[in-house]
């Protein structure tokens, strides 16, 4: 068993595991070295070679307890025959969405387009590096993936009225993303992830009553889905008001938690393993607060089952010396 499994399965609390939500990425310069050269970003994700050797990268030099598979959640989409692309300083950038074509898209059309993810992960999965490590493989939850399905870009803090203008598009939408996440997460497991994570990034913006149709619902199916596998499944409902609630409903293996949230009042209230916290923007500031903001979080989650995380991804900006003392602080610990 990995340390991952052992906190997840066993609910160990000694010897906090530790990976990074983005720890391969552009903070690292081995990483803009391969990124310099290849200016499209889905043709990167879709390069065997290059997506495993970047999903390796950090596993080179910092002694983390998981590798996440060099990918991204809008994959999928793509895969679905949107037009995605990802623009420098902007972020992604959707094409149309034209729902005749989405319902008539069949699973062998998917599952060629995104086959080089697949090949990359067997890759990862075969490496040395891997050994006593988790592989994450991981899908964006079906209401992050609407919101840039009909939105086509990020959202700022709120989405506009008339985003849920068209409730049967949205219902149609929700149906083929829950059929083709699932066909996904299975492929990615076939070829060796063996942990998922769903992140709903946009899980912030909706009001309470919204909840129950566009997250607890579609994700209880895909975590359902997760566990019926016998794999474990982490979610990252980001933004959320009460993640109490949520794990009630939902009931993941584990719930990343992000930075806003007290991480006191999540040790007492939430009794499955929890991962993350950390505000990435103290791997911005010294290596003294870094060690004071971490001692935090591992001092509170020092009696429960722990994956020490981020509460988002690695910064940019970020000085892989910074990720490099952190890893090695909790190891320490
Ligand atoms: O190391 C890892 O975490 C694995 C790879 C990974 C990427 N994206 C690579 C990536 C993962 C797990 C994701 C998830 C993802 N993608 C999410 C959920 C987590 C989150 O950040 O909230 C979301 C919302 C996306 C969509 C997405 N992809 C956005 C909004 C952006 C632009 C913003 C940004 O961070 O640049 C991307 C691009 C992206 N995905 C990059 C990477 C390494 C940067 C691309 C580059 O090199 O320019």
New binding site residues.
Partial sequence: MTPIQETILNKKTTNTPIW???????YLPE?REI?KNNPD?IK??LNETLSSEV?LQ?LKRFELDAA???????MLPYGLNQKVE?K?DF??QLGDLNIEDLVKINETEFLKKLDPVYKSIKKVSEQNLINNKSLIG?V?APW?LLV?MINKH?PKKELEKKFFENKNLIKKILLILDKFLKIHIEQQIKNGANVI?I?D??AGLLDENDLPNYIYNPTLSLVDYVKSLSVPVIC?P?GIKNYKNYCDVVNPDVVNIDYDVDPISISKLINIPVQGGLDPKVLLTDISNLKKQALKYLDIFKDHPYIFNLG???L?QTNPEMVDYLVKMVKDY
């Avoid at 990074?20 to 552009?26: D, K, S, V």
């Fill in positions: 990074l939500m983005r720890q391969a990425g552009r990483f990124r970003f990167l994700c999903t950090p996440i598979i060099f990918s991204d959640i809008l990802f420098k972020g992604p991981f964006g992050t840039y990020s994570q992140f990034s946009w990252f980001r988002h991804g690695v940019p």
